[in-house]
């Protein structure tokens, strides 16, 4: 674990490889280097981190196509989880109607 003194500074250089593979977003980056910025923002970005890179000029439209194509109405993240969720609800309803007299 680090010590909590180098956390802004880990925070701080994780943050500028992010921007620098938004920077090379999309055509520039490996699947991996694609599965990583997702990652990094399901599982590390904090809300001040997504704002800073939102805010930067040179970043922002990297950023935005990054969001859209993976996070967006139809990504594949979010229609995983609505098929998630539908097959919950199905599964509870089917349940339910099972255990009615």
């Known amino acids: 674990m ?3 003194e180098n956390a802004g500074v880990v925070a701080a250089e994780e943050r500028a490889h992010v ?3 938004l920077t090379r977003y999309p055509h520039e980056l490996s699947l991996r280097e694609a599965e990583d910025l997702a990652n990094w923002f399901d599982r590390v970005a904090t809300p001040a981190d997504v704002l800073a ?3 930067d000029p040179t970043i922002a439209p990297h950023y ?3 969001r859209a194509a993976h ?3 139809s990504g594949p ?3 995983g989880r609505l098929l998630v969720v539908l ?3 199905a599964a509870v309803a089917g349940a ?3 255990m009615a007299p």
């Open 87 to 89: 097959g919950t609800v």
């Open 77 to 79: 993240r979010r229609i």
């Open 2 to 4: 680090l010590p909590i």
């Open 53 to 55: 890179l939102a805010q």
């Open 96 to 98: 339910l109607s099972l």
């Open 64 to 66: 935005r196509a990054f």
């Open 19 to 21: 921007a620098y593979l």
């Open 71 to 73: 996070y967006g109405v």
